[in-house]
């Protein structure tokens, strides 16, 4: 066998060796194109629950009240059952005037910590304005058997009392606000007032 021969023998083995290669690759299927890309935008990864209460809570300072609550709803959705949540939610409903709505949101809330004192009192202030008196002022008397040293709690409970024509009650309540805290000037006032002393 010549020289000339023993190349072409060797170019033609390596062309079928090609040819067999193609066949193979062609059978498995393509491979897919893939090139990494710098400039490709990469997606954020998804909010999770706390960001978004955290996001609501950036928009509530700004005055957002509305876009606050959208995404502590979202929040809601992702984590249901989440007692701070909910009483962010009540707070934005009743400072948007939607008080049955707040009602709910704080009700949900106290299902899950039934022991929040500043949740009742929350509660109590909106069932105050929606003149469920009886129901407010069993809220109250919660949020002053969890923490009794709460001087807003008695400030509220005797606005309530007045609006129940509970004016004796209502002195007293003030009176505890101001043991507590003697510059709370609100009660002060109030106070006064209904001593006749304004």
């Known amino acids: 066998m010549s020289l000339f021969q023993i190349i072409m023998l060797a170019a033609t083995a390596f062309f079928a060796y090609k040819i067999f290669e193609f066949v193979q690759n062609m ?6 194109y893939r090139e990494d890309r710098d400039d490709e935008p990469q997606l954020a990864p998804p ?3 706390a960001d978004l209460v955290a996001e609501a809570d950036e928009l509530f300072k700004e005055g957002e009240l509305r876009e606050a609550l959208v995404l502590l709803q979202e929040a809601d959705q992702l984590e249901p059952d989440n007692a701070d949540t909910l009483g962010k939610m009540g707070y934005i409903l009743a400072r948007e005037g939607e008080l049955e709505e707040a009602v709910g949101a704080y009700e949900n809330a106290l299902a899950v910590s039934e022991n929040d004192d500043f949740t009742h009192n929350a509660l109590g202030s909106v069932l105050r304005r929606l003149e469920r008196y009886e129901e407010a002022a069993e809220h109250f008397e919660r949020a002053l058997a969890i923490d009794d040293a709460y001087e807003v709690t008695y400030f509220n409970y005797a606005n309530l009392l007045e609006d129940m024509g509970q ?11 101001l043991a507590i805290r003697p510059d709370f000037d609100e009660a002060a006032e109030e106070l006064a007032r209904l001593k006749g002393d304004a």
């Open 27 to 32: 059978e498995d299927g393509p491979e897919p």
């Open 167 to 177: 004016s004796d009650k209502a002195v007293q309540m003030y009176e505890k606000a």
């Open 47 to 49: 909010l999770n629950a």
